[in-house]
């Protein structure tokens, strides 16, 4: 007996097979006119994406997503936030506020509180969730007294036997004059210097962006994790394309040499796990987004429960002096 193909299967297979075949068509006339069309093709392989599992069936490979693809992707709208993610997977969170020597600073927020249960102090990168929460939280990018905040929590932790999860979500620490002048650069290198002290357990995923000393200042765990889209580099690609080739519109090309996404961070040992997201990015399912981070944070503050203070100063302190290579001769 014959079996009829189902005929809503039929037109989901030649809505993707149209679709595919469009992104296809953008991405080489952005390929021969050098033209930034990511504005479209994102959004659209995101919905190619979100067809594939919906119909669960082998169809004709999408092509690759560029590494500066995978960064705007990092930067899409709707894209859960470190709060989001709090609101998902934590309770009881109270946050604390100001650094006891100049004023508080709304960019990254802390405090103790329940991630999914367990006991833990929160840091936090929060980026905001709309025009209006960005402008008020600077992007995500925070003065000096942000990070002597986060040093306040994190002596807190430590003498009350708390373990750390930091969510990582910044382009960089804020480069204005005013930052400066009280200091951006120590409260960074201050704030690396206690994390690497520390005598508990401290796990950092970044969410979104992790861009420069801005995302290491609160970055130095025993684990560092990374969601499949985010990226995390000493540089922005944009910042990088003007030092190189004084031209910002070169991004593109800085994204690719300076290998930050996810997958390239995984190879080169800067990570010790890549959080899966949902089929078209976090932005499409924050709900199990927040599944996938939940899991694999608390499956590594179990495993690091089990080591000793001194044990975790060892491991973190090896982890970091073994990043990089280089050659002799």
Excluded at 63 to 74: C, F, G, I
Excluded at 108 to 135: H, N, S, Y
Excluded at 244 to 263: G, V
Aim: glycine share 10%; aromatic share 4%; charged share 25%.
């Amino acid at each position: 007996m014959t079996v009829s193909p189902d005929p809503s299967s039929l037109i989901q297979q030649t809505t993707l097979t149209e679709l595919e075949a469009r992104l296809g068509d953008l991405k080489a006339t952005a390929q021969r006119t050098g033209a930034d069309l990511s504005a479209v093709t994102l959004p659209l392989q995101a919905q190619i994406e979100a067809h594939r599992a919906h119909i669960g069936a082998a169809t004709t490979p999408v092509l690759p997503m560029s590494r500066w693809e995978r960064v705007q992707l990092a930067r899409a709208p709707g894209r859960p936030t470190a709060l989001d993610y709090v609101e998902l997977l934590a309770t009881d969170f109270t946050e604390l506020h100001g650094d006891r020597a100049y004023g508080d600073d709304l960019a990254l927020i802390g405090g103790p509180a329940r991630w999914q249960g367990r006991p833990v102090m929160l840091l936090l990168q929060q980026k905001g969730r709309d025009t209006k929460g960005k402008i008020k939280r600077r992007f995500g990018m925070s003065n000096p007294e942000g990070y002597r905040k986060a040093i306040r929590l994190m002596d807190l932790a430590e003498k009350c036997g708390l373990p750390i999860i930091c969510l990582i979500d910044t382009p960089g620490a804020y480069p204005g004059i005013a930052a400066e002048e009280r200091g951006q650069g120590w409260a960074i290198a201050e704030s690396i210097q206690r994390m690497v002290r520390l005598r508990v357990p401290a796990v950092c995923a970044v969410i979104g962006e992790g861009g420069s000393g801005g995302a290491l200042a609160v970055g130095v765990g025993n684990r560092v994790l990374i969601m499949e889209n985010a990226w995390y580099s000493v540089i922005s690609p944009e910042a990088c394309a003007s030092i190189i080739w004084k031209d910002s519109s070169k991004a593109p090309e800085a994204a690719e040499a300076l290998k930050l996404t996810a997958p390239d961070l995984l190879e080169l040992g800067i990570v010790e796990e890549v959080i899966a997201e949902p089929p078209g990015g976090a932005h499409l399912d924050p709900a199990a987004s927040a599944g996938f981070l939940g899991e694999a944070v608390s499956r590594h503050l179990s495993e690091l429960a089990l080591l000793s203070a001194e044990e975790l100063l060892k491991q973190r302190g090896e982890r970091f002096r073994a990043l990089g290579a280089f050659l002799e001769g």
